[in-house]
């Protein structure tokens, strides 16, 4: 979890990343220039992508699902001592069920925006 920590805030250190997963929204927190985005559909949206995407039957989606949110649940807690459905670890929980993908990615460029830069927010590396 040290190596986790450390590759995150030295990716966080690069500026203008984009990390998926992995506890950024517990890592990086406290950084005032860094957006925390949920993105959430409905189960049978997800079960659907995972079979088009990634050519599996709906016994398979619906178990890697299961799965996957279980564990990501799991390494948020053990590690971090989060709730992955905290609402409060996010600037904003996107459903692309409702907005679609693209909807939800207009969505995510336009709060970018409202953020601080790093210069602004007083994080920039020394």
Not at 52 to 61: E, G, K, R
Not at 96 to 124: F, Q, Y
């Amino acid at each position: 979890i040290d190596l986790i920590r450390a590759t995150v805030s030295a990716a966080y250190e690069r500026d203008n990343i984009l990390i998926i997963g992995r506890g950024g929204q517990a890592i990086l927190e406290s950084k005032p220039d860094v957006l925390h985005v949920r993105v959430v559909a409905t189960y049978e949206d997800r079960v659907a992508r995972l079979q088009t995407q990634q050519n599996m039957t709906p016994v398979q989606a619906r178990r890697y699902i299961e799965e996957n949110d279980e564990a990501k649940s799991e390494y948020l807690r053990v590690f971090f001592h989060v709730d992955a459905n905290d609402a409060s670890l996010y600037h904003l929980i996107v459903n692309t069920s409702k907005l679609g993908l693209d909807g939800a990615l207009g969505l995510i460029k336009s709060t970018l925006a409202l953020l601080p830069s790093r210069a602004e927010a007083g994080t920039a590396s020394v």
